[in-house]
């Protein structure tokens, strides 16, 4: 069976254990839910930071082609432009100066144009300013000639034919300009005068402009970012081609990406995908011109930081398991090793050995249940103690008394043995005489001689009768005293008895003290409960208070597994009692049943042994008066011879009277003599019990 201490120490080692996974768990599971919180909202923050200048930039192109439009507007007569070709050059000549300055101050323009409807005016008329980059001046170049192209030639003049049809600035998708190898992007506004076309107005910006900014946005350590169109479409990416629907990517593999990003209700919000492989996270934002500025990263990134957090937690629950353990083993022994004593000064107890235990006393001094329990095991032995020291005393009494009584029944058996002996010798003689009856008359001086040999003879049995008389009271007063000792002894033992039983029922208090702790426990366990209620109300203000909840819950777990060892202590501690109570029952059950009966037996035998004395007395005085009246009367023989035999016959009867009597106080004195001996073997048997005990 495995020891308490070992128990307790499992106990401490196993509670810490659950509370420290417990809680190593939830903040490993908190902390990455926080880290991963943290590091997707950086993932949208980048995001929406990068857009903004995006958003920035597209704003300030807008503003400028929108001012810029106005002004034409503004400075258009339409009354007179509709066909007369003079007043067109005219009104183009008066926009050219404003085209150079709105060009020249518009980031990453790298055309600026006005096209006339070509229903109204020459196929090649309006303004077309164009450079080769960002850092060249603008010139002034012919524009496209309508004439060439079907206005259903998308490709060609659809730049033209699109804003107007859609009678809104719109923003073109993205395209290569071969001549000068630039990939642009077109802001187009359509102008109109009271409904009627008048041209589209528009400039065509380095689309490396938007893309520079969105590979500034760097997520982590190789995260990117990549531009889709309103429609799903790859616009700008460092390894998928542009133009690339992003749904057929890969035998469908971004179709999620796609249904995310198109998806308006999805903006600030993370999703997590697989690319070639890999898992990812990405976010996006809609830019101002309606494509989508997608930034993207690792997966194992953006839980780095969680991943190295979790190490350090679980290197920290070792080493808080290691310090459990240790403490668990130094507070296990310091719990067990005064419980170990006391059981161990109980087993000396249950083997009836009542010496002094050297650190009883230092036991006794602690305030917690462990001294209340020495302290009722040192009071049981010391009332055990006490009870046997009595019991050893009686038991030398006992031994004395019955030694002392062996004596006087030895001799009261001699002298009944005596008397028998005498008596039969009476009974002989008294044959004799009644067959020499008739001798008496011849030979009168003889029988003188003879009545003075009985008279001396009667006078000597009647002294010895008078000294068994003497002996026989003896014997029944130190019966009746010896008796008397004994139930006196026998009251003061089943007193103390009792009273050292009803003191061992002090160690029940402790299951009144386990029972207050275990409720206090339970209401313990509660306050925690609501304490991590109102934690988990007070939010990340209440989590310290949580984590100290939590602990007072696992500690008054704790207690109901400590009380319950404590239960099982006091339970084995009641067993030995109930062990000693029955024990000390069987003692009293003998000294009631046994000692006390024996003496009671042995007093009636006393006083039947007196009476018999007195009989015996009594005929002893008979014979002598019968005899001194036969001395009497010896001279009247001769002359009364029928007296004579009349007296003799009553002499022979009296004789055969005392021959019975003392055949019975004989047979009296040997059952005295038996019910010695069976006081003697009790007598044993209680010096026997008694040596049990080691004092």
């Known amino acids: 069976m495995k020891s308490i201490r070992m128990k307790i120490t499992a106990a401490i080692v196993f509670c810490s254990l659950i509370t420290a996974v417990v809680i190593s768990l939830l903040s490993i599971s908190d902390t990455r839910s926080l880290s991963n919180t943290a590091a997707e909202k ?11 200048e995006i ?33 067109v050059n005219e009104y183009t000549n008066g926009l050219l100066e404003e085209f150079f300055t709105f060009a020249e101050h518009t980031d990453g323009a790298i055309t600026a144009y006005i096209r006339y409807n070509p229903e109204f005016t020459e196929p090649t008329s309006g303004i077309f300013l164009t450079r080769n980059d960002t850092k060249s001046a603008f010139d002034s170049v012919t524009p496209t000639d309508f004439s060439m192209y079907d206005p259903s030639d998308a490709a060609h003049v659809g730049w033209y034919y699109i804003p107007v049809a859609n009678k809104a600035p719109i923003w073109m998708d993205p395209y290569l300009n071969a001549n000068i190898n630039v990939y642009m992007i077109s802001y187009v506004v359509p102008l109109y005068e009271n409904g009627t076309s008048v041209g589209i107005l528009g400039m065509d910006i380095d689309f490396g402009q938007l893309t520079s900014l969105a590979d500034s946005a760097v997520a982590f350590d190789t995260g990117y970012s990549f531009i889709v169109s309103s429609s799903g479409n790859v616009l700008y990416h460092k390894e ?72 350090k937690l679980l290197m920290f629950l070792a080493i808080g398991l290691v310090i459990a353990v240790v403490l668990g083993i130094i507070i296990g022994s310091t719990i067990a090793k005064p419980i170990k004593r006391i059981t161990d000064i109980i087993k000396q107890t249950s083997e009836l050995d009542f010496h002094k235990a050297e650190d009883i006393d230092r036991l006794m001094k602690k305030s917690d249940e462990t001294g209340i329990m020495a302290k009722a095991v040192n009071e049981m032995r010391s009332v055990l103690r006490d009870l046997v020291n009595n019991m050893e005393r009686v038991k030398d009494g006992l031994i004395g008394n019955m030694k002392r009584l062996d004596e006087v029944m030895r001799e009261n058996n001699a002298i009944s043995e005596d008397n028998s002996a005498t008596t039969q010798e009476l009974a002989a003689g008294m044959e004799e005489t009644t067959a020499g009856a008739t001798m008496i008359v011849g030979n009168l001086d003889a029988i003188q001689v003879n009545a003075e040999d009985i008279r001396g003879l009667s006078e000597r049995e009647q002294k010895e009768s008078k000294e068994i008389m003497v002996r026989a009271r003896e014997l029944r007063d130190n019966t009746r005293a010896s008796s008397d000792r004994a139930m006196a002894v026998y009251a003061e033992m089943k007193a103390r008895t009792e009273e050292a039983i009803e003191k061992s029922k002090v160690v029940a208090k402790i299951n009144e003290l386990t029972d207050d702790i275990r409720n206090i426990s339970s209401q313990t366990n509660l306050l925690a409960l609501n304490a991590n209620i109102e934690a988990a109300r007070a939010g990340d203000a209440g989590k310290g208070f949580a984590v100290v909840a939590t602990e ?13 060892g404590i239960n099982e202590i006091v339970q084995d501690v009641n067993d030995a009692v109930q062990n000693m109570t029955g024990c000390m029952e069987v003692i009293m059950r003998f000294l009631e049943e046994t000692v006390v ?78 019910h010695l001996r069976e006081s003697e073997t009790s007598l044993n048997l209680m010096k026997e019990l008694i040596e049990k005990f080691d004092v």
């Open 42 to 52: 950086e993932l949208v923050l980048t995001c929406a930071n990068t857009g903004g």
């Open 55 to 87: 958003n920035a930039l597209i704003s300030r192109i807008e503003q400028s082609v929108d001012t810029l439009s106005d002004v034409a507007m503004e400075k258009l007569d339409f009354a007179k432009f509709p066909n007369n070709n003079a007043y």
């Open 240 to 311: 998928i081609e542009s133009g690339t629907d992003l749904a057929d990517y890969n035998g469908g593999e971004l179709a999620a990406v796609k249904e995310f990003v198109l998806d308006a209700s999805n903006q600030g919000k993370t999703l997590q995908y697989s690319y070639n492989g890999g898992d990812k996270y990405l976010s996006y934002v809609e830019l101002g011109n309606g494509m989508k500025l997608v930034l993207t990263a690792p997966l194992g990134e953006i839980t780095a930081d969680a991943d190295a957090l979790s190490s």
């Open 552 to 564: 007072i819950g696992a500690l008054a777990n704790q207690t109901f597994r400590t009380v319950d």
């Open 597 to 674: 009966k024996d003496y009671s037996t042995f007093g009636q035998v006393g006083e039947r042994y007196e009476q018999d004395a007195n009989s015996f007395a009594e005929s002893m005085q008979h014979i002598y008066s019968e005899i001194s009246e036969l001395s009497r009367k010896i001279t009247e023989i001769a002359d009364t011879m029928d007296g004579l035999s009349r007296t003799i016959a009553e002499s022979a009867d009296g004789v055969n009277l005392i021959a019975e009597k003392s055949g019975e106080a004989v047979g009296k004195t040997m059952e005295g003599y038996e």
